[in-house]
């Protein structure tokens, strides 16, 4: 069956444009977590839905960054006014449901580059 | 908090046994994962413990002993497949939302 996929692969940008990533997730899957991971670092949360609500959005780095899930399947993760800094692998997961050992299936991810 | 350690980098040659250790400090246990990142992929899930003691699948096994924060995943029969980065994660205390470490990259050399 079809796995977690993202779109685009890879955005090439400039500072101060906004860009929007997006993810399908497992089909049937509840859960959807987005994640960055920046050269040589660990994988950072962002954020997380329980269909389409974010109990925790905690993780986002600052309020240039939003994302929503609707239908309780696709989600899309915005980035306003990037700056270089958002430089990193945007990864996206999502899981049968939210809870304790459940595995996490990732996508490819989106490489995004801000010059 | 959390926090979360294991070693930067590891070199093994094919056929051989590794062990990366990973020890982390929460304030609630949900279990501790491990994932395997090739370069440039997504990371995919090798391992999930919640109890302790050592859970064997196939070449790849995997520790834990909550009492030491302490767990490690043990590879044996090395392929050359095997040089990937390997993740070690535990969920926020309270909550189900892993916080992964930096990685491991091990290395297989012939």
């Known amino acids: 069956g079809a796995g977690v996929s993202q779109s685009p692969s890879n955005k090439v940008t400039e500072k101060g444009k906004d860009v929007e990533l997006r993810c399908d997730p497992i089909?049937?899957?509840?859960?959807l977590y987005w994640y960055r991971q920046s050269l040589g670092q660990g994988l950072e949360f962002l954020i997380y839905f329980q269909g389409n609500s974010a109990p925790d959005k905690s993780g986002l780095p600052s309020d240039r960054f939003s994302a929503e899930r609707t239908g309780g399947s696709v989600s899309t993760l915005t980035i306003q006014r990037t700056q270089q800094e958002d430089s990193a692998v945007y990864l996206c997961?999502?899981?049968?449901?939210f809870g304790g050992g459940e595995t996490q299936y990732f996508g490819p991810g989106t490489r995004l580059l801000v010059l | 908090g959390q926090n979360i350690d294991q070693p930067t980098e590891m070199t093994a040659t094919e056929g051989a046994i590794v062990q990366i250790n990973c020890t982390y400090q929460?304030?609630?246990?949900?279990?501790l994962f491990w994932y395997q990142q090739h370069a440039g992929e997504a990371p995919t899930f090798l391992s999930y413990?919640?109890?302790?003691g050592l859970e064997e699948k196939g070449r790849f096994s995997s520790f834990l002993s909550r009492s030491k924060g302490y767990s490690y995943l043990l590879l044996k029969e090395l392929q050359m497949k095997d040089s990937a980065s390997y993740l070690c994660?535990?969920?926020?205390?309270?909550?189900?939302?892993?916080?992964f470490g930096r990685g491991t990259s091990l290395i297989v050399h012939p």
């Open positions: 413990n919640v109890l302790d």
């Open positions: 929460t304030s609630g246990f949900n279990g």
């Open positions: 994660a535990v969920p926020r205390g309270g909550s189900y939302i892993p916080t």
């Open positions: 997961a999502s899981s049968l449901v």
């Open positions: 089909s049937g899957h509840t859960a």
